[in-house]
């Protein structure tokens, strides 16, 4: 009893300290920013320079780190999907920052005239990032590479989900950045719910749709704006000509790719009734292309934790109850790698239809006629990413036209999230504002109005005591 209090007392004072630490890197950085409050594209450039070799020297150690706390995660995986769009992400903004901090002219009505007007992109102050845990480095580089693009001191809050990685990302990020202008934040839950609590300039927040509305909660106490991205149920749907051949494979790559473990990963899959049992085919055919065994395959990525495995194995035994059909595509776990499976005959009671299933699992729904598949998306929340695949191009314009969601990739998965020159996010509860390339630049700025007149003042024509002949002119020609 007296070693559990004391370990209650240490647990405590470490959170305190923790806590204390900071508020007092947030004050840090704030007085950094008051004293730089709009640092030169030169040195903005640097930054990002900096980051670059950065990553590019510790591939290796970054790759380790995260397959560590996967227990496996593919090495390929890591490159493909956290470093390779780091990387380009940097490269892009790099070679645009001085385009985007260049004021923007705005034109003047004649009324208003001698006067010229212009826009400008001032950093906002301390920003704030939450990472999740399935992309641990990409998800903190990303909102990191726009928030320097746009001169702003920045706090990041990693996972505990990934204690290897959120450590090594800390360590490097020292050693190229003072904390006054990026610190690296550890802790568990309650240092996360604080860090949603501190005055930031902005927040940018990736995870689950519950955690999210915690942190808008936390972050309306101060009034601080949130980008969230969230994630939900993103569908693919099957047309009823397209190759399934074709459907297949690319629906598999965007669902196996970090073992479902992806925001926008396909949900579930919606085809034709008569394609279904072909469609079940293909999809076994490509999944079992890609991993041609489970047991100590280095490509097939494991699931994060045990709880997070014992979440999904809940889901297919509720399923399975409720009547769901269920097909492994492997004959059994190996440790956390899990089976890929499909389920069939699925219905809105079960859990895994409730909720982002975030795993392995791929229910599918027949359908019958577009206008059904349309009107199964649309009756429900709105999905970050929506996948269709089809050739007909007047069926993709509907699809774009006929169904609301953050993103779109026509006849692929995934590949949407690394263009640098799209906005990438949510709507409703799959999220709130975009970020990547410019309109990362634009969300971690203030665009400044700024309304300009010199000596000669001809709005002195319409200044009180009103009715003159002049301002009845001025009446005449702009009001009526």
Same mark, same amino acid.
């Given at each position: ?13 470490? +959170? ?32 990002? *320079? ?16 995260? +397959? ?116 690296? %934040? ?64 690319? #629906? ?51 699931? #994060? ?25 492997? $004959? ?6 899990? $089976? ?26 027949? /359908? ?18 929506? /996948? ?10 509907? %699809? ?28 409703? $509860? ?22 300009? *007149? ?9 200044? $009180? ?9 001025? /009446? ?5």
């Amino acid at each position: 009893m007296v070693a559990d209090v004391a370990y209650l007392e240490q647990s405590l004072q470490h +959170s305190q300290h923790q806590l204390s630490q900071l508020e007092s890197s947030f004050a840090s950085q704030r007085q950094a920013y008051r004293a730089n409050p709009m640092p030169s594209a030169e040195q903005r450039i640097q930054w990002l *320079k900096s980051l670059r070799e950065l990553l590019t020297q510790e591939q290796d150690a970054l790759v380790q780190a995260i +397959s560590a706390d996967f227990s496996n995660r593919s090495a390929d995986e890591t490159l493909l999907a956290e470093l390779m769009p780091s990387l380009h992400g940097i490269q892009y903004a790099s070679k645009r920052i001085k385009t985007w901090m260049k004021p923007s002219r705005r034109s003047v009505g004649l009324q208003f005239m001698p006067a010229s007007a212009k826009v400008i992109y001032q950093p906002l102050g301390v920003v704030g990032v939450i990472v999740p845990w399935n992309y641990p480095l990409f998800l903190a580089i990303g909102p990191l590479v726009g928030a320097l693009s746009a001169g702003n001191r920045v706090m990041i809050k990693m996972s505990e989900s990934t204690p290897a990685t959120s450590q090594l990302v800390k360590d490097l990020l020292g050693k190229v950045f003072p904390e006054d202008l990026v610190s690296v %934040v550890l802790g568990e839950a309650e240092v996360g719910m604080a860090f949603s609590k501190l005055p930031f300039d902005h927040l940018l927040f990736t995870g689950a749709t519950g955690i999210g509305k915690h942190v808008m909660r936390a972050a309306a106490e101060n009034l601080t704006p949130v980008t969230l991205e969230l994630g939900g149920k993103s569908p693919a749907i099957v047309s009823v000509d397209v190759p399934l051949k074709d459907a297949a494979e690319r #629906i598999a790559f965007g669902k196996t790719m970090n073992a479902g473990q992806t925001c926008v990963a396909p949900d579930y899959v919606l085809v034709p009734r008569d394609r279904v049992d072909g469609f079940v085919e293909a999809y076994r055919a490509a999944v079992q292309g890609f991993y041609p065994q489970l047991k100590d395959n280095p490509d097939y990525t494991a699931i #994060i934790n045990e709880r997070q495995q014992q979440r999904l194995n809940n889901y297919l035994s509720d399923a399975e109850s409720k009547g769901a059909t269920l097909i492994p595509l492997f $004959p059994e776990a190996q440790g956390r790698r899990m $089976p890929h499976s499909l389920l069939l005959n699925v219905n809105d009671e079960m859990q895994v239809m409730q909720d982002e299933i975030f795993g392995p699992l791929l229910p599918v729904i027949p /359908y019958d006629g577009l206008d059904q598949a349309f009107a199964y998306v649309n009756q429900r929340a709105r999905p970050l990413a929506l /996948y269709f695949f089809g050739y007909d191009k007047r069926e993709q314009q509907r %699809v774009l036209h006929e169904t609301h969601s953050g993103g779109v990739c026509l006849n692929d998965t995934l590949l949407h999230v690394a263009q640098d020159d799209m906005p990438f996010g949510g709507i409703g $509860p799959s999220g709130m504002g975009h970020y990547h390339g410019h309109e990362g630049f634009l969300t971690f700025s203030k665009a400044k109005g700024v309304f300009i *007149k010199q000596r000669f003042n001809a709005a002195k024509l319409i200044y $009180p005591p009103y009715g003159t002949a002049l301002q009845k002119l001025v /009446y005449k020609l702009f009001v009526r």
